[in-house]
Structure formats: C-alpha cells, structure tokens
C-alpha cells in the first residue's frame, strides 16, 4: 500500500515531538538502548561514571568491583556494560551515599549480584518513602569494605543534605566521594529528611579533617580540595546573608528574589534546586536560628 505524506514543517516538528516521547517511553520500559552515561578515570584504580544523576564512582580491586551510588533503575545494564570495559570482574559492593532515586536506583537490580550498604538513616529514608531495593547492610558510625587489598572507607559525618548522608573515603588514593554534599552547580537542602546548612557546615569541616586532594561530587566536575573550600565558604556566605536579611525585616515570601546576590553563584543558578526547591525550608531554619 503506497502512502503519501506531505510534511509540512508545523507537521515534522509535531513529529519530532511525539518520536521523542514515545524514545522516552520505550526507553524506560527497556526495548531501546540508549547511551546516557559515560565512564573517566579519575585516578588508578578509580573511575567515575557521569550522565543523568548522580556521578558513580567505581573502585577496582583485584577481587572485584565496588561502587559509590547507582543511579536510576533504567541504568543498572548500562553501568554494569560500562563496568566491563574497566574490569573482568564483576561488582560486589554497592554503598550509597543517601536515599535519593537518582543515587540508588538500580539498587534492586544490585541486591541480585551484590552486597548495598548505607547509613541507617538513609535506609530508614528509603523505607519511609517506599523504595525498592532495601540495603541489606547498614552502619552508624563508619565501616569499612575490604577488598583485594584495598580500603574503602564510609563515615556519618553528620547532616547536611539528608540526615543519612555518607562520605565515602580511599585513604590509598587520598580522595573522597562526597555523594550530594557536594555539588557543582548548587546544592538542595532536603528539609523533609533531616537536612540542615546549619549541620551541613560542621559536615564540610569533618570532610576536610580528612587527607585528600580529589573529590566526587554527587553532580558536577571532580573537585580538588581548594573547590570543596570553597563550597564550605558559599555555604556560611549564603546562611550569613539569610540571617542578615531576616533580621532586617524579610518576609518569607520575599526571599527568594531578596537572597540573590552576584558574588553568590548558587542564588544565581535559577535552574538549580537550591533555588527552585530549597529556599521555603532555608529561610525557616535560618528564622528558627536567631530568634
């Protein structure tokens, strides 16, 4: 049956609209395969595997795989595929740096092949908010994986983020995984679970008590220490500016135009959820403090 069309340019992009729904959809159900993510070496023996969520980390022993976070459920096949062309040995460790879909996502498809371990509070987090893929390890303090001769630390350094948060540490290697505490663009503060600025501060100086030069952070570039710095300054700069504008008279619903401020990148970032989803909560525990 011989059909013709005429394509109109109205009609091409109302094509082009629909083929990149329906991409979307057959993409999350899994019959399209689509390259989202991409795998860098970070240092010997350590990569990074970037792309939509949060940055993976991938540590390399001789007995097997261990990483930091694993994105979305759509992305377990994929960073397994990536995993392969920087080690013949599969994963055996997964730890989560927090609760969020986007760093523990494919954690069901993980629990089939390997140990998750997490904070008891970002455990608690997942169970609260019905997540699928429960770690079967928890700590509280810090625990240690041991591996073909290789140490990967994870402490609970306090709040920040969530109150689950772990710093994922190798000591060999003098670089941490920092999972949300650290952020390129700007950092969202998850009132609902525990977050606080104020506990986040205290949790930036207990990552910088440790001895590394390199940093992963949950999104973004990889950061040297100067950078985690000066994440740690941004964030007494923008609590400092918060309380000033509040004891001088800001009412809540102001202060997501007020708290702009050109030397301050993370309230320029409009798109960034800092400012799309953070500021109700900041001024609020910011308003709590100084009262």
């Not at 005429?6 to 993409?27: D, G």
């Not at 301050?264 to 970032?269: D, N, P």
């Amino acid at each position: 049956m011989n059909v013709t069309y005429l394509v109109t340019k109205t009609h091409n992009k109302i094509f082009l609209q629909l083929l990149s729904i329906l991409i979307v959809m057959l993409t999350g159900a899994g019959i399209v395969a689509q390259d989202r993510l991409d795998i860098q070496q970070v240092k010997e023996g350590l990569h990074v595997i970037t792309g939509p969520g949060g940055n993976v980390g991938v540590r390399l022993t001789s007995d097997g795989v261990i990483l930091i976070d694993d994105k979305f459920p759509q992305d377990f096949d994929e960073i397994q595929s990536l995993v392969a062309k920087v080690s013949d040995l599969p994963v055996r460790y997964v730890i989560n740096t927090h609760h969020h879909g986007d760093h523990s996502g494919s954690n069901a498809g993980f629990l089939q092949v390997a140990e998750i371990i997490t904070h008891k509070n970002a455990r608690d987090n997942m169970i609260r908010g019905n997540q699928e893929g429960l770690p079967r390890m928890i700590y509280t303090e810090e625990t240690s994986v041991f591996l073909g001769n290789v140490e990967v630390q994870a402490f609970y350094m306090g709040r920040g983020h969530t109150n689950g948060d772990s710093v994922v540490y190798f000591p060999d290697l003098k670089t941490v995984h920092g999972g949300d505490l650290l952020h390129g663009t700007a950092p969202f503060v998850d009132y609902g679970n525990g977050g606080s600025t104020r506990g986040w501060v205290g949790t930036l100086n207990n990552i910088l008590s440790l001895d590394f030069d390199t940093a992963i952070p949950g999104h973004g570039s990889i950061m040297d220490r100067r950078d985690v710095l000066s994440f740690r300054n941004q964030m007494e700069a923008v609590r400092a500016r918060m309380a000033d504008l509040i004891r001088n008279g800001l009412d809540s619903r102001d202060a997501l135009e007020r708290i702009k401020d050109s030397e301050l990148s993370w309230t320029q970032a409009e798109q960034g959820l800092f400012m799309q989803r953070s500021i109700p909560g900041f001024y609020d525990e910011i308003f709590e403090e100084i009262q």
